[in-house]
Antibody, heavy 124, light 111 residues
Framework: QVQLVQSGTEVQKPGASVKVSCKAS????????IHWVRQAPGQGLEWMGI????????NYALRFEGRVTLTSDTSTDTVYMQLRSLRSEDTAMYYC?????????????????WGQGTLVTVSS | QSALTQPASVSGSPGQSITISCTGT?????????VSWYRQHPGKSPQLMIY???NRPSGVSNRFSGSKSGNTASLTISGLQTEDEADYYC???????????FGGGTKLTVL
């Protein structure tokens, strides 16, 4: 079965960076795009970006452009999300999610399988 | 890219039907048939309930249905059950900078 297992809770200081991992199993890693979504405490979902794990191609939400980097490691079937210059407003649960299905245009396939989330707290 | 507009809350009694709206623009909801809906229980990851406006993933009850008219998509839940009490989010594929945009979320209360 499809599984996405994310790394554990992080506590970082303002100005630092965080790198969250998302290890995939139960399917062919390179066939499905991975989305990243975050949710601040008590707030709604926010789409951050998407990566093609096969070639590492990415697309980022405008508000994160320049501050977030998505990468993939096909040797370990793992995707990473790095967020830099952290501020208190970045405190949130961060989710990775695999596209629901493969298809001719993977970028239009919505997130279908979700990881358990990684809580990132930014505090001095 | 502004979030899609959803009502903050809706409510219904067990057995009733409710509809949640999701309003965007011609650059997102109105321009593409790539609207999905998620249900999220407290402390849990979101669960996909509807994709591509009207399609249900395998395993999702047929009490859930989706539709779209112009720039507004809708999620209808019929035969409300207590387990349906949750937050619901729409998402749409978009142009104008950000590929995907979420709605602000709707809290469904089953009275």
């Amino acid at each position: 079965q499809v599984q996405l297992v994310q790394s554990g809770t992080e506590v970082q200081k303002p100005g630092a960076s965080v790198k969250v991992s998302c290890k995939a199993s139960g399917y062919t890693f390179t066939n499905y795009y991975i989305h990243w979504v975050r949710q601040a405490p008590g707030q709604g979902l926010e789409w951050m970006g998407i990566i093609n794990p096969s070639i590492g191609g990415t697309n980022y939400a405008l508000r994160f452009e320049g501050r977030v980097t998505l990468t993939s490691d096909t040797s370990t079937d793992t995707v990473y999300m790095q967020l830099r210059s952290l501020r208190s407003e970045d405190t949130a649960m961060y989710y990775c999610a695999r596209g629901l299905m493969d298809g001719k245009v993977p970028a239009v396939i919505p997130p279908g399988y979700w990881g358990q989330g990684t809580l990132v707290t930014v505090s001095s | 890219q502004s979030a899609l507009t959803q009502p903050a809350s809706v409510s219904g009694s067990p057995g009733q039907s409710i509809t949640i709206s999701c309003t965007g623009t011609t650059s997102d909801v109105g321009g593409y048939n790539y609207v999905s809906w998620y249900r999220q229980h407290p402390g849990k990851s979101p669960q996909l309930m509807i994709y591509d406006v009207t399609n249900r993933p395998s395993g999702v009850s047929n009490r859930f249905s989706g539709s779209k008219s112009g720039n507004t998509a809708s999620l209808t839940i019929s035969g409300l059950q207590t387990e349906d009490e949750a937050d619901y989010y729409c998402i749409s594929y978009a142009t104008s900078g950000t590929l995907w945009v979420f709605g602000g979320g709707t809290k469904l209360t089953v009275l």
